[in-house]
């Protein structure tokens, strides 16, 4: 479903997109660093953004530009975050649609506008200008490879996918790039994902997909239990396809947003997995609850542990921090009813450590790929997290992190 050679065209596979990813000398390092993705047909929008009372400039004016329904660009950087930079920032943040906008003939309220990077530095506009001059001119149809390395920050990689599939008895394109690596808890983390597709959808459907599906994908990740204040997840849907636009609910829209479903969930496991400095990727599933909020309460309590995201990095098969995280999650909970796997092996039932096979427990903590299953035994409920693991690197990232 999603092809190698698909991921690359990304944001460009649907029909009518265009983007582009340059330098402009915004990141140290000198490499990529101003995205614009565009379409010339006007299309539906949709967005989730940051819970964190201290949101950046760019959120703000993009909550704006969801609020009309419709839009024809994104305009993102990184290198900086925008953020906790007052009127100026919120000038910048307008700034970057205006440039946008005259450049492309559309609209400012057209434009949504995204940054990621350090937080409480000033856009340097002289570069952002000049970057979105040149990211335009140079706007192609294979242009979401350097869009997607465009916006990554301390990632070791870019995310991308796309797919196609017949809704209305139209092929229906969608691609997808994102960000995520460190301060990463989103309540939708510093997560950006840009979605595109060729799907003609009514932008109050799109909006209620979108948030239905960022709530059991991109909410039910954490590597640091940090909320960014720079978080957003966009989706434009331009129609170019020719399906019959999904105005109610119904086999179209299933399949519309059932696709949604999975291009997210992809890309908030590859987020989770390219944790800064990660060596694990944790899969949490919590069974047995009384509600899905329970479960997800669970899930997050053992996800944010550094006892557990530590002792996974140590390979160390120490049951008890993940049972401790579990009984102070806050949900009420019967101990001898609960029973915690790793890998599938047994560490816990009634009440105690389970006996297991030492040599196949080793065999699982030396997996990047760990699967822990937490069964309460009180509920049909039931949510997957996903996380990794604290390693020296981690600390090293942030500790050299600074503003």
């Known amino acids: 479903m999603f092809s190698e050679q698909n991921a690359k065209a990304g944001v460009t596979f649907p029909q009518g997109f265009k983007a582009a990813g340059v330098r402009a ?24 953004f940051t819970q964190n009372a201290v949101a950046a400039a760019p959120v703000f004016a993009s909550k704006k ?32 649609q205006l440039i946008t906008a005259q450049e492309l003939g ?24 000049k970057g979105i001059h040149q990211a335009v001119s140079e706007l192609d149809e294979h242009g979401s490879e350097n ?29 997808a790039i994102a960000k995520g690596s460190g301060m990463i808890q989103p309540n939708m983390a510093t997560m950006l994902c840009f979605i595109t597709t060729d799907a003609a959808i009514d932008s109050s459907l799109l909006q209620k997909a979108l948030s239905e599906v960022v709530e059991v994908t991109f909410n039910m990740i954490s590597v640091d239990g ?16 020719g399906n019959a636009k999904i105005e109610s609910e119904g086999a179209d829209y299933n399949t519309f947003k059932e696709t949604l479903l999975k291009i997210c969930r992809g890309l908030a496991e590859r987020i989770a997995s390219d944790g800064e400095g990660a060596t694990k990727f944790l899969t949490i599933h919590v069974t047995g609850t009384k509600s899905f909020a ?7 309590s053992v996800a944010n542990s550094p006892l557990v995201k530590t002792a996974f990095f140590g390979q160390n098969p120490n049951w008890g921090r993940v049972i401790c995280a579990v009984g102070y999650a806050g949900v009420p909970m019967d101990p001898e009813k609960t029973v915690v796997k790793f890998g599938g ?15 196949a427990l080793r065999a699982v903590m030396a997996k990047h790929d760990i699967v822990i299953e937490i069964d309460m035994g009180s509920g049909e409920s039931e949510a997957t997290v996903w996380t990794c693991d604290f390693s020296y690197e981690y600390v090293k990232i942030n500790g050299e992190y600074h503003t």
Do not use: W
């Open 25 to 48: 000398g915004i990141k140290k390092s000198g490499n990529l660093d101003v995205a614009v993705i565009y379409t010339e047909k006007e299309a539906a929008v949709a967005g989730t």
């Open 65 to 96: 530009v969801v609020q009309t329904g419709t839009a024809h660009a994104v305009t993102a950087n990184a290198g900086c975050a925008n953020a906790c930079t007052g009127e100026q920032g919120a000038a910048d943040a307008r700034s970057m």
């Open 106 to 129: 559309c609209q400012p309220d057209d434009v949504i506008v995204a940054s990621t990077g350090v937080i409480g530095v000033n856009l340097p506009m002289d570069k952002m200008e």
């Open 147 to 175: 869009a997607g390395k465009a916006i990554i920050t301390t990632d070791t990689y870019s995310k991308a996918c796309a797919t196609e599939v017949e809704i209305g008895g139209k092929n229906v394109r969608f691609g």
């Open 226 to 241: 940090d909320m960014s204040t720079n978080d957003m997840c966009i989706v434009l849907a331009n129609g170019a396809a």
């Open 294 to 300: 329970d479960a997800k309460k669970i899930g997050m």
């Open 345 to 359: 092996i047994p560490v816990y039932a009634g009440g105690v450590g389970a006996e297991a096979d030492e040599e």
